[in-house]
């Protein structure tokens, strides 16, 4: 079965370092979100790509955030600088309009900034 | 804005029990209502999911009720097990943008 695929799966970090994860979409996926869930909360939708374009980002903190996702496949997130309030589960999903748009969504990298 | 209230927080049921989430959205232009469930250390999994076309879904023991004069929607899981105890999340999203709107959690817990 397909599978959203990211790296890594845990992340500790100091505060003012930077950090990436990286998302494998499910194949032929031309929808890729990147949400962020805060322990004990629904995860948020930070960016949205259709192939290779950015949708929506207007819940990136972009002075700090920012997104790629260059050949429209994989993608990824970097945060530079980590802040203490950073400390969350950075989940990956993707969907395709066959597929009525339903996100699946990977495992996540869980970030701890110290 | 919470644009999509989730209750109860957390719930307790026997097993072989109902468990009844509900949810209630704001914006009358969402039209897909899926509900995820979530396992510790795990990424949501797409459990059943709504259009407003119809009013009730069902999937094995999972059941989807929708009322949308009321913008309320509700998942039953018949015959609870002590495996379904996770953190369920409903969601919201608009045809136009897919982005999905998550409701606060509730967390269950199925007794043996």
């Known amino acids: 079965e397909a599978e959203v695929a990211q790296s890594p799966r845990y992340k500790i970090t100091e505060k003012s370092q930077a950090v990436a994860f990286w998302c494998d979409p499910i194949?032929?996926?031309?929808?890729l979100y990147w949400y962020r869930q805060i322990l004990g909360q629904g995860p948020e939708l930070l960016v949205q790509?259709?192939?290779?374009?950015?949708?929506?980002d207007s819940q990136l903190p972009k002075d700090r955030f920012s997104a790629e996702r260059l050949k429209g496949v994989d993608s990824t997130l970097k945060i530079q600088p980590a802040e203490l309030g950073d400390s969350a589960m950075y989940l990956c999903?993707?969907?395709?309009?066959?597929?009525?748009?339903?996100?699946?969504f990977g495992p996540g990298t869980r970030l701890t900034v110290t | 804005q919470q644009q999509v209230k989730q209750s109860p927080q957390s719930l307790i049921v026997q097993k072989g029990g109902i468990s009844i989430i509900n949810c209630a959205y704001e914006?009358?232009?969402?039209?897909?209502f899926p509900w995820y469930q979530q396992f510790p250390g795990k990424g949501p999994a797409l459990l059943i999911a709504?259009?407003?076309?119809?009013s009730e879904k069902k999937e094995g023991r999972f059941t989807i009720s929708f009322n949308k004069s009321a913008k309320q929607f509700s998942l039953h899981i018949m015959d609870s097990q002590p495996g379904d105890s996770a953190t369920y999340f409903c969601?919201?999203?608009?045809?136009?943008?897919?982005?999905?709107?998550f409701g606060s959690g509730t967390r269950l817990l199925v007794r043996p």
């Open positions: 790509f259709q192939d290779e374009s950015v949708v929506d």
């Open positions: 969601a919201a999203s608009r045809r136009s943008s897919y982005k999905l709107i």
């Open positions: 709504i259009r407003p076309d119809v």
């Open positions: 914006n009358t232009a969402f039209d897909y």
């Open positions: 999903a993707s969907s395709s309009p066959s597929g009525g748009n339903e996100q699946y």
């Open positions: 194949s032929g996926h031309a929808t």
